[in-house]
């Protein structure tokens, strides 16, 4: 008797080289009560043609906040002008698993996250955007920098 074994292999949209998210960029910044505590910064310096992207998420509360996430993906960053086109996104390139997890922030405790964009030598006027992907929430950041 022979046995035979499949293996399945699922492809998502919206992770993997070349796929759009502009469709999910255009949601409005949340209100802080939508975020459930959780107070997001963004940071951008700028050292020549690098651009070092850092998105913090500090628990403001005095309880531990639960954050779901869809898939290993944790947060994203990306770059546009100041006309909405979209220069660069951090996930572009990236796949992740497609597996449900989740982060526990402590009271008074901070999720870090970095990316760097080499900006090939491009110069203007640009806004960084960063995001937690977690499920349900829009903990999102902006800012506007120079090359």
């Known amino acids: 008797?022979?046995?035979?074994?499949?293996?399945?292999?699922?492809?998502?949209a919206g992770s993997g080289p070349g796929c759009s998210r502009a469709a999910d960029q255009s949601l409005p910044q949340p209100a802080?009560?939508?975020?459930?505590?959780l107070a997001?910064?963004?940071?951008?310096?700028?050292?020549?043609?690098l651009v070092r992207l850092a998105l913090h998420a500090t628990n403001s509360t005095?309880?531990?906040?639960?954050?779901?996430?869809?898939?290993?993906?944790?947060y994203d960053f990306m770059i546009r002008t100041t006309a909405g086109e979209v220069v660069?996104?951090?996930?572009?390139?990236k796949s992740f698993a497609q597996m449900l997890g989740a982060e526990t922030?402590?009271?008074?405790?901070?999720?870090?996250?970095r990316a760097e964009w080499n900006s090939g030598g491009r110069k203007g006027s640009f806004e960084a955007v960063g995001w937690l992907t977690?499920?349900?929430k829009?903990?999102?950041?902006?800012?506007?920098?120079?090359?």
């Open 32 to 37: 802080e009560s939508e975020v459930s505590g």
């Open 134 to 136: 977690a499920f349900g």
């Open 88 to 93: 660069w996104s951090w996930s572009a390139d």
């Open 62 to 74: 005095t309880e531990p906040i639960r954050l779901e996430f869809p898939s290993a993906q944790r």
């Open 1 to 12: 008797m022979r046995v035979w074994g499949w293996v399945v292999v699922v492809i998502l």
């Open 138 to 147: 829009r903990l999102e950041q902006r800012t506007r920098f120079e090359l």
């Open 105 to 113: 922030v402590p009271p008074g405790g901070t999720l870090r996250y």
């Open 40 to 49: 997001t910064t963004l940071e951008v310096e700028v050292a020549g043609d």
